[in-house]
């Protein structure tokens, strides 16, 4: 019983700079942290970056220094601003919560298309 929406996607060229947002309702106290990943044609879905309810960071080497991921426990939001992009960050992009567990669950957002091209 959780929802992600988010904002945000677009066209921009190499570079260039865009700004993810996602917000989390329903259950939001069962989750415990919030993040973001990508999936482009013909690949599977990766890891971009995620933070945690007590502000553990983690990022994918490939966005190091270039992205930065940010959360407001209390407004249950979750942002991503890239920097720098270039085309191989080309993908859907996905929010996404996990719940703590023996498996891992998993919400999805219905996801975001950043495309980076001149």
């Known amino acids: 019983q959780v929802q992600l929406v988010e904002v945000g996607g677009g066209l921009v060229q190499p570079g260039g700079s865009l700004r993810l947002s996602c917000a989390a309702s329903g259950s939001i106290f069962s989750i415990n942290g919030m993040g973001w990943y990508r999936q482009a044609p013909g690949k599977q879905r990766e890891l971009v970056a995620t933070?945690?309810?007590?502000?553990?960071?983690s990022y994918a080497d490939s966005v190091k220094g270039r992205f930065t991921v940010s959360r407001d426990n209390a407004k249950n939001t979750v942002d991503l601003q890239m920097n720098s992009l270039n085309p191989e960050d080309t993908a859907v992009y996905y929010c996404n919560a996990w719940r703590w567990g023996n498996p891992i669950r998993n919400y999805w957002g219905q996801g975001t298309q950043v495309t980076v091209s001149s």
């Open positions: 933070v945690n309810n007590g502000g553990t960071t």
